[in-house]
């Protein structure tokens, strides 16, 4: 390329002097500018009112969802098909409080601090402040009307023109803290209420009234046992064992380092399920009780076998040891199981309805068994979150701030093993809250992991026991075990998490 000036020096005429530019082979005379390519002009003043209509509906759109399923929901409970008074007004209150959840995060929240709710990010526009031109806050926005609000909404590019200002959230550990507390007082009342619907639930339709008599003033009627006898004990089970994997699954992704790590990782599962089918094959045991002992056996054994082949060597446990050795006892076990099961018809039919994972038919005879160890298991685990913060740094930088590492290690191993083990006993192998439960709950607290274990067991809490009452409803007269609705629910739950925070590195 070759540039030069027409024109002489003395071309005062004060017109700007043509350039060439030598391109195919000739010059190209051009005026010289700085001006930008591909400028355009900017829109001022409101947004088209077709792009608001479109905005609003799509929002609408978002509250209607739920709601238009809840109503599903409760006329499909209706008396004629089963249903019950109570199944009607959780399942219509639940819908409810979904949509409200969603009106008040979509166009309260996301649209006040940042200016665009779902619908109008999705067509470019922007709901800022008359005055100061800036985001209105989550107060503000929704206790607005379309009317002398003093807000206005405008293109995207005309915002940004503007100069438009997001509101930054609080980052003081003042700020901080009281995020964390009032989200752990939210999630002990969605805990609280999960529970009585768990227990207002079930193939047998009960009122509330017959419900309050049951809880407050039992006499012994059909409801009162029922209550008392089913459904308390396996809403007591389904709480501390998905409290329990959910906690687990964060001490596991620590551990390990791996956000895609669950129990099946280090083999606990596969050691459980061994032990247990050889229970069923040796002696012919075939309830949860029975056969309770040899799961944990099994999940104990799998864990110190994980344990001691990754300590082999100078380095002792890493993540990717402990990961690796997992992996190939998991296969290992997996095919001893497989082994035992094809040579043995009642095995087989007896492991077919453990290794789907439930709480169903479970009493407070089991119930008692496991909770020594996983109350044990959870006082572990809070012990061992401080260390565990200092290995997230790396081995080294906990070596250097004096963090005994193997000792870090093993405590964290032991709480897993108490957590699964016991858990696996009782119920068999769950999956996905583990490997769900804990990226939700580091998307509220953060890495630290004092914050995110008992975020963690909240969670897992939560979800165990909504994916049961689930279960019970879906396929009336029957029930749907817990397993299934976990995987149904949960795969495409953590597909979606994974595709938005791109796994969060560990």
Not at 213 to 228: C, E, K, M, P
Request: glycine share 12%; charged share 15%; hydrophobic share 55%.
């Amino acid at each position: 390329m070759n540039r030069r000036l027409l024109g002489s020096p003395a071309d005062t005429s004060g017109a700007l002097p043509l350039v060439t530019t030598r391109q195919f082979g000739s010059d190209i005379p051009h005026l010289p500018t700085d001006e930008p390519y591909g400028k355009s002009d900017v829109p001022h003043g409101r947004a088209p009112v077709h792009l608001r209509a479109l905005a609003a509906l799509f929002d609408l759109g978002i509250v209607a969802i739920p709601l238009v399923l809840g109503w599903y929901t409760v006329d499909a409970l209706s008396e004629a098909n089963g249903g019950g008074q109570a199944d009607r007004i959780v399942f219509g209150s639940a819908a409810a409080a979904i949509a409200v959840a969603l009106a008040v995060w979509n166009r309260g929240f996301r649209e006040g601090n940042t200016g665009q709710s779902s619908g109008k990010g999705w067509v470019g526009l922007v709901t800022r402040d008359i005055d100061t031109r800036d985001a209105i806050g989550p107060i503000r926005a929704l206790t607005r009307v379309p009317w002398g609000s003093g807000t206005e909404v405008v293109r995207e590019s005309t915002a940004k023109e503007e100069g438009f200002t997001v509101l930054t959230k609080d980052v003081s550990v003042a700020g901080i803290r009281r995020r964390r507390l009032v989200g752990l007082g939210v999630l002990v009342v969605l805990l609280a209420l999960v529970l009585l619907a768990s227990i207002a639930i079930g193939a047998r339709p009960l009122s509330f009234t017959e419900i309050f008599h049951a809880l407050f003033a039992a006499d012994g009627s059909q409801t009162d046992i029922i209550v008392h006898t089913l459904r308390i004990p396996r809403t007591a089970l389904g709480l501390i064992v998905g409290i329990a994997l959910g906690v687990a699954g964060a001490l596991i992704q620590g551990h390990t380092r791996n956000p895609l790590a669950d129990a099946g990782l280090l083999g606990l599962s596969a050691g459980a399920a061994f032990l247990v089918v050889l229970s069923m094959y040796l002696f012919g045991f075939t309830t949860p009780s029975e056969y309770l002992w040899f799961a944990f056996a099994g999940s104990f054994a799998a864990s110190v076998i994980v344990f001691g082949l990754a300590s082999i060597g100078n380095g002792g446990a890493s993540p990717l040891s402990l990961a690796l050795a997992g992996a190939a006892v998991a296969f290992f076990l997996q095919a001893m199981t497989n082994a035992v099961i094809i040579i043995d018809q009642a095995s087989l039919d007896a492991y077919r309805f453990w290794v789907v994972g439930s709480v169903a038919g479970r009493g407070f005879d089991v119930l008692w068994q496991v909770l020594p160890f996983l109350i044990v298991g959870l006082i572990l685990a809070l012990v061992s979150t401080p260390g565990l913060n200092v290995l997230s740094l790396g081995e080294d930088v906990a070596r250097a701030l004096g963090t005994n590492v193997a000792a870090s290690r093993v405590l964290g191993v032991l709480a897993i093993t108490l957590l699964i083990g016991a858990a696996t006993a009782a119920c068999g192998p769950i999956a996905f809250i583990g490997l769900v439960v804990p990226h939700v709950a580091r998307a509220i607290t953060g890495p630290d992991y004092r914050w995110l274990v008992p975020y963690a067991g909240l969670l897992g809490g939560i979800m165990l026991v909504t994916a049961d009452v689930i279960g019970r409803v879906v396929v009336r007269p029957g029930e749907l075990q817990v397993g299934i609705v976990l995987a149904v629910f949960g795969a495409p739950f953590f597909i979606a998490l994974v595709r938005r925070r791109k796994l969060a590195k560990l």
